[in-house]
C-alpha cells in the first residue's frame, strides 16, 4: 500500500504565484479555474506587480500570504524558482507545481544545472514537486483542474501524461465518448515525483479502476517495471510510449529532457508486465472507452450486425485481421433465422448486412438479441451510423430507432458490445447533429461507441488479452 | 484508346421500372433524383399500378413509353428481369442497371441460374447491363445520381465500388473534405460490365485524373492485371481488395457473390501493376484527398510545425513509422533561427513544438515559410486543430489566424502540405463548429486536410510510393 501521495490531491489552499492580470496567460487560467471550479480551499494570487486579481487580493510574495499554503502553482520564470521553494519551504509549503518550463528540455547546460539546484532545495526541505514544464493536476473531486471545459464529473479512469498537450487532448476525446476520469496528473520533467511514483499511488487508489499513461522515458527502468507489474494485477494499464522512434527520441529531448530508452525494451516490458501498449492518442481514447464501458470478456468471438454489404465485408475482414474471430451462424441460431424467414434463413450471415433483410420480418435487431442470447458469441458490435441508413428519406428517425433497440440489448446483456457510430465529420448537418445525439444516447446507456469498426477491433482485441494476461497471471497465484 | 462505354454516362431518356410511390422506395428515390436533379433528358416512370408518380405520368409498361428509352433503371423483383430485358430489347434501350437484387448473392441455385438467364438475353440483344444488386451511375455533369445530397460540382475523381453502401460512405466521407468525382459506378454482382471494362474506360476518361475501386472478387485477373497496368500508367489508382480474410470472403459470397481471391495474389497484382492497395475506407478517404488536392512529390523528407510538445514527438514517431523521413533542421535554416531568437535558436526542432516559442518573435507560421522555401524538405505537415490551443483563452480566433497563415504559405509554395485538423468528434460544439469553418477554409484554398498527423503520414507515403513507381516505370520507356 502507498497512499502516501494522496495529500498531494487534498490541498487545504493553493498560492498561484505569478498570478496574472492577462486572461490570456495560464498564471490567471489557473487562479480562475480554482476560484470558480468547485475548489472548497483557499485561493492565493502572489504578483507583486498587481494589488488585486480576479477579485482577491495579489501578495507580494509567498511569504506575505497570512494563512497556511499547501500547495503552489508556479507560473513564473525559472530562473527565480530556486527562491520560490526557499520561500516555500519558510511558509511549510507541502507541495510545489512548477508549471514553469525552460529548464533541461532547453538542451542549454545552465537550464538543467537549474533544475537540479531546484529539486536539490525542495528536497531539502521535504517539499515535493510536480514537473517541471507541465500542467499539474486536474481532480474534479476536488475541483483541482489545468483547463476549462473538463468534465465536473468524476469517474474511474486515471491518466498520468508528461505532455500537458497530450493530456487535454485524451481527456477531450475520452471525455466525448463518455469516459471520466479520477485523477489526471501532468508532470512534465519528472525531476522529483516521476511516473513510478503516481502509478504506485493509483495502483492502491480506490477512486481508480483503469490507468492509462503517456511516457517520453523512465530515470529507473527497474523500479517501472515494478510498480507497473505490481499495477497491472490490481487494473488495467494502457500505456503510449513517446519516443519510438530516432526523430521521436530527439523530440522527447527537447520536449521532457527524458531518455526516450529503445523501444524493444519498452515492449518487452509492457508485455511482461501485462500493461497495453498502444502507439497513438486515438488508440489510447479507444481503450479507455473500452475499459471504461465494457464488460470484461477473455473472448474472441465476435457477433456484427448491421453494416450494408460493404460494410459487412470490411467488418469481417477488419475484425479478422485484429485477431477477434468473425464465426460462423451457429446451426441452432440459423434454425431460428429459417423460422422466422424461410428465404433468408440460409442466406443471411455474420456480419449481418442489412440491406437484404427489407421486406422481411428479420431485423437487425432480432438477430443481435439471438447472438446476445447465444453462447457462442463473447463480443457483440453493431454498426448504427452510416450515410447510407442516415441519408435516405426518414433514415434518421429510422437508424434512432434501431439504435434505441440496440441498447435495450446492450443494457440486458452480460456481454461487451460495440456501437459503430460512424464519423461525426461529414458535411451534412443534419447527420453530423445526429450522431452527435446517437452518441449521447449510448453514453447514457452506458455503452462505448467507436468512430470505425477497425478502431473497435483493435481495441476489443486488446481488451481480451488484457483480461487473458491477468486470468493467466491469477492461476500462478 | 477505349473510350467505347462513354454512352453509358450520356443517356438521353431514362425509365425506372418499378417506379414506387412510395418516398422510402429506392424505385421512389430514382425517379425524384432524375427528375430534380439536372438531368436534362427525358425521364419516364414504370409502374402498373399507379397512374401517375411525382408528377410523370406512370406507364403500365415500359412498351407503353411512346419515346426512345436510352436506359433503364430496374427496381422490379429479380424474377420478371428476364422479361423486362426482352422488353428493353424491343424498345432499343442501350443500358439496363439493375438496381435489383437477390439473384446469385442469395446462394440458391435458381437465383444464380436466373442471373445468368438475365445476362443471356441481355447478350442475344446487345444491351450493357450494370449489377445486379447495385446502386448505378453518379455523374454530377449528367445529372445521373443514386442518393440525395451528393455534391452538384464534379471533379477529378473516378470511382468503382462493387458495394453502394460502400460508394455512399466514401463519397460522402471524400467530399466532406472538398473531393469532387468525375464518374462512379456502383457495379454489384458484375454480371455483364465489371471492373476492368470499367477501368479500361476510365484510364482514357479525359474527365478523370485519379481512379479508386472497392472490389470484392474478379472473373478475370489476368485481364485485370493488364488493364490496371495501362491505368497506372496514365493516373494513380487507389485499390480496396474486401474479403481479405476467410471471414470476409465469406461475406463477399453472400453479398455479390464474387470470388474473393488470394489476398497474396491481389497484393502482388497491385504492387507489379503500380496501383496502391489500401485496407479501409478511411485510407481510401486519405488517398483520394491527398491525389486530389497534392502537387506529386517522390520524397519523404517531412517538416511539420504547428502542435504542443506531446503532439510534435507522436507526429515524429508516426511519420517515421509511416516511411517519412523526420530530418533535423538544417544548418542554414538554424541560422535564421538564431537571427530571429537567440535563446530558441538551437532549441526549435523538427517538429516544432508551438508551446516553447511564446513571449519570441519567432511563430509557427514563420518556421513552416522557411520550411516551404528550404530544398531539404520534400513535404509540410501543419496542425491547426488541437483541443490543448481550441480551448484556451482567445484560442479559436488564434487558431483561425494562424490556419489562414498556414493556408497562404500553401498556396504559395509547390510542396504538398497536409493540414491535421483534429477530429471533430469532440463534445464542446463551439469547437466543433470552428473545425467545420477551418475545414471549409482549407478545400477554398485547395489544401488537404486530415483528422490525425498518422493518417496524413500513411497517406503521404503511398502517395510518393504511387509517384515513385511511376516515374521508375517512366524510365524503363
Redesign the interface.
Known sequence: MSLELDYLFHPRSIAVVGASTD??QQG??FLKLHLNNGFKGKVYAVNPKAKEILGVTSYSSLLDIPEEVDYVISCIPSGVVPQLIDEASRKGVKVVHLYT??FS????QEDAQLEQEVLRRARASGIRVIGPNCMGIYYAREGLVF???FPKESGPVAML?????????L???A???GVRFSKVISYGNAVDLNEADFLDYLADDPETRVICA?I?GTKDGRRLFQVLKRCTGQKPVVIMK???????A???A???ASLAGSQQVWEAMCRQAGAVLV????EQADALVTLHFLKPTVGVRVGIVG???????????????AGL??I?LPEDLRKKLRDESP?LG??V???T?T??LGGSSLTVCKVLAMMAEHPDFDILIAHAG???GL????GVQRVLQTLDSYLAIGRSTAKPMAIIL???????ERQ?ETI?EMRRRCIEAGVATF??V?RAARALRMFGDYFRHRAEADSFK
Open positions: 486572461p490570456q490567471h487560467s518550463a525552460r528540455e532547453t538542451g542549454r483547463m476549462d471545459g501524461s508528461q505532455s500537458g498537450g497530450n493530456a487535454v487532448e481527456i477531450s476525446a471525455s466525448t465518448r503517456s517520453e513517446a519516443g519510438r522512434t530516432g526523430a521521436g530527439k523530440a522527447v527537447s520536449h521532457t502507439s497513438s492518442l486515438e453494416g450494408s454489404g460493404g460494410r459487412s465485408v470490411a467488418s469481417a475482414d477488419q475484425c479478422e485481421e474471430k468473425v460462423p428465404l440460409d442466406w450471415s455474420n456480419p448486412d440491406s437484404i452510416e450515410s447510407f441519408g435516405r428519406p426518414g460512424g464519423d461525426s465529420l461529414v458535411e451534412n453530423r452527435v468512430p470505425t477497425s
